[in-house]
């Protein structure tokens, strides 16, 4: 079973970034496709980025092209979502999840899930 906990989150202006990290345990990113996931209040969990295991190919949402960007640090098995010119839309609480598989947009998919970080992205 793999452990994953999310950080990185917090209040930002519209306009502004963040930077989210999910730290691995327990398996190597070299097995493992991370996922990154968001739910708003009274919304249906939804994808926003993946980083395959193998090539380390990443997908997006449209929602979020060209403004988020997923990397992963293998030496250190800790995956990363950048957020730039975040809106009020994209406040959610962020998830990172795993996959032994590769990568998947759907939620039912991933096995394994950290507890979440709060982004709220507000004036």
């Known amino acids: 079973q793999v452990q994953l906990v999310e950080s990185g989150g917090g209040l930002v202006q519209p306009g502004g970034s963040l930077t989210l990290s999910c730290r691995v345990s327990g398996g190597a990113l070299d097995y493992y496709a991370i996922g990154w996931f968001r739910q708003a209040p009274g919304r249906e969990r939804e994808a926003v980025s993946c980083?395959?295991?193998?090539?380390?190919?990443?997908t997006y949402a449209n929602s979020v092209k060209d403004r988020f960007t997923i990397s992963r640090d293998r030496a250190e098995n800790i995956v990363y979502l950048q957020m730039n010119i975040l809106k009020p839309e994209d406040t959610a609480v962020y998830y990172c999840?795993?996959?032994?598989?590769?990568?998947?947009?759907?939620?039912?998919?991933?096995?394994?899930w950290g507890q979440g970080t709060q982004v709220t992205v507000s004036s």
């Open positions: 999840a795993s996959r032994r598989l590769g990568c998947s947009g759907s939620r039912d998919a991933y096995a394994d």
């Open positions: 980083i395959a295991n193998i090539g380390g190919r990443d």
